[in-house]
């Protein structure tokens, strides 16, 4: 039988993070969208109508369908355990977005389910898969530079004051900057490090009352080799870490204390597929240069790497150097590819279920490292494949 030249694949969810996978899901030759499911109905409407494709007011209908091989599970965080296993059920592969649930219960569940229907689970979107930082893991595991001495991933930025749905500010429905965003920072230095996490001892910060979640954290992190990293989110608005990598101007979040509840989830709609249709994508994806989450440095003992806007810098007891990467990929492509060579070609999963698992682990260990006062150690690691 001939190899299928695309994947089909179902969007569960079209909102804000759906929307920005929408330019990676028009340019890659081997997936098609062919399938939503929303539970606005005029959304919905739209997305059918402009995409041409099914639509489905539950995963379940959408996880039915026939024209459907693979399903991105892009639904609110606590929903995203029993929609990936209503879609494993129904034999459907599936991507999930990050955070991959709200506890390692939920993680297990969930991959347990993949394995028992043959299917296979992979986790996105996360700026770990950004070509920069592939490149940075593969200098660092070859040795080019010496032994790897630290990693660090700091991100400053305004998410904390950026249009929010209430459950996105609730801690018991994965709401907060450390669910939210520490997945990133998290995939980032285990694919750097090797991806075996021994412990972690963690602060998580609420500095406004009125904005009622995690917004900042930081994290120590030692990997089972004994290599140090830390990981720091801030999404207080006041500073941006971009002024120090790119050179971008400062953006603050647009919610101001008086805004109401009803002007902020109008807000949070225009970020949405909607009925208008979906909006426009964010600049820096349809860009020629690379993005960054933040600024990340891998300490080898030869020399310091970080992410350029064109690749990586190398600085070196010689001087600093620039090694360009061409940006191939918008958001979402390496998962989309990766699915594709998993399913149709048998390449082995780098971003499975159980790497997502390992990096939630982390995730959690950070509130509960936060809410007691001691070191968490880890026991659901698994190191990087190839």
Same mark, same amino acid.
């Given at each position: 039988?001939?190899?299928?030249? %695309?994947?089909?694949?179902?969007?569960?969810? !079209?909102?804000?993070?759906?929307?920005?996978?929408?330019?990676?899901?028009?340019?890659?030759?081997?997936?098609?969208?062919?399938?939503?499911?929303?539970?606005?109905?005029?959304?919905?409407?739209?997305?059918?109508?402009?995409?041409?494709?099914e639509t489905?007011?539950?995963?379940?209908?959408?996880?039915?369908?026939?024209?459907?091989?693979?399903?991105?599970?892009?639904?609110?965080?606590? *929903?995203?355990?029993?929609?990936? !296993?209503?879609?494993?059920?129904?034999?459907?592969?599936?991507?999930?977005?990050? /955070?991959?649930? *709200?506890? !390692?219960?939920?993680c297990?569940?969930?991959?347990?389910?993949?394995?028992?229907?043959?299917?296979?689970l992979?986790?996105?979107?996360?700026?770990?898969?950004?070509?920069?930082?592939?490149?940075?893991?593969?200098?660092v595991?070859?040795?080019?530079?010496?032994k790897?001495g630290?990693?660090?991933?700091?991100?400053?930025?305004d998410?904390?004051?950026?249009?929010?749905?209430?459950?996105?500010?609730?801690?018991?429905?994965?709401?907060?900057?450390?669910?939210?965003?520490?997945?990133?920072?998290?995939?980032i230095?285990?694919?750097?490090?090797?991806?075996?996490?021994?412990?972690v001892?963690?602060?998580?910060?609420?500095?406004?009352?009125?904005? /009622?979640?995690?917004?900042?954290?930081?994290? %120590?992190?030692?990997?089972v080799?004994?290599?140090?990293?830390?990981?720091? %989110?801030?999404?207080?608005?006041?500073?941006?870490?971009?002024?120090?990598?790119?050179?971008?101007?400062?953006?603050?979040?647009?919610?101001k204390?008086?805004?109401?509840?009803?002007?902020?989830?109008?807000?949070?709609?225009?970020?949405?597929?909607?009925?208008?249709?979906? /909006?426009?994508?964010?600049?820096?994806?349809?860009?020629?240069?690379?993005?960054?989450?933040?600024l990340?440095i891998?300490?080898?003992?030869?020399?310091?790497?970080?992410?350029?806007?064109?690749?990586?810098?190398?600085?070196?007891?010689?001087?600093?150097?620039?090694?360009?990467?061409?940006?191939?990929?918008?958001?979402?492509?390496?998962?989309?590819?990766?699915?594709?060579?998993v399913?149709?070609?048998?390449?082995r999963?780098?971003h499975d279920?159980?790497?997502?698992?390992?990096?939630?682990?982390?995730?959690?260990?950070?509130?509960?490292?936060?809410?007691?006062?001691?070191?968490?150690?880890?026991?659901?690691?698994?190191?990087?494949?190839h």
């Open positions: 039988m001939a190899k299928p030249d %695309y994947l089909r694949w179902g969007i569960a969810g !079209i909102g804000a993070g759906a929307s920005n996978l929408l330019q990676g899901f028009g340019r890659n030759p081997h997936v098609k969208v062919t399938a939503a499911a929303d539970i606005r109905a005029d959304a919905l409407e739209t997305f059918g109508r402009e995409w041409g494709v489905f007011s539950s995963v379940e209908a959408l996880a039915e369908s026939p024209n459907v091989d693979v399903v991105w599970v892009a639904t609110p965080n606590h *929903l995203h355990a029993p929609h990936v !296993i209503a879609a494993a059920e129904r034999g459907k592969h599936v991507m999930i977005s990050k /955070p991959m649930a *709200l506890t !390692i219960e939920e297990e569940a969930m991959n347990e389910a993949a394995e028992r229907n043959g299917v296979k992979l986790c996105g979107h996360s700026q770990g898969q950004l070509a920069p930082i592939v490149k940075m893991a593969e200098l595991e070859s040795g080019q530079y010496g790897l630290m990693v660090h991933s700091w991100n400053y930025t998410w904390i004051y950026r249009p929010r749905m209430p459950y996105e500010l609730d801690e018991q429905y994965g709401g907060g900057v450390v669910f939210r965003q520490s997945p990133h920072h998290i995939d230095v285990r694919a750097i490090a090797g991806g075996m996490v021994k412990s001892r963690a602060q998580v910060m609420v500095l406004d009352p009125k904005r /009622p979640a995690p917004g900042a954290f930081t994290a %120590y992190l030692e990997f080799d004994g290599t140090p990293a830390t990981i720091i %989110y801030n999404g207080y608005g006041h500073f941006y870490t971009s002024e120090i990598t790119f050179g971008r101007a400062r953006i603050v979040g647009n919610v204390t008086h805004t109401t509840p009803e002007e902020e989830a109008k807000m949070k709609e225009a970020e949405r597929y909607s009925a208008a249709g979906s /909006p426009p994508p964010e600049a820096a994806e349809s860009g020629p240069r690379h993005t960054a989450f933040g990340t891998a300490s080898c003992a030869d020399a310091d790497i970080r992410q350029s806007p064109d690749g990586l810098w190398v600085y070196t007891r010689e001087g600093k150097t620039e090694i360009p990467i061409p940006k191939e990929l918008t958001r979402g492509e390496a998962e989309f590819e990766e699915m594709y060579q399913v149709v070609n048998g390449h999963p780098v279920g159980r790497w997502g698992e390992a990096t939630h682990e982390v995730t959690v260990a950070i509130m509960q490292s936060a809410r007691e006062g001691r070191e968490i150690m880890m026991s659901h690691q698994v190191a990087v494949r």
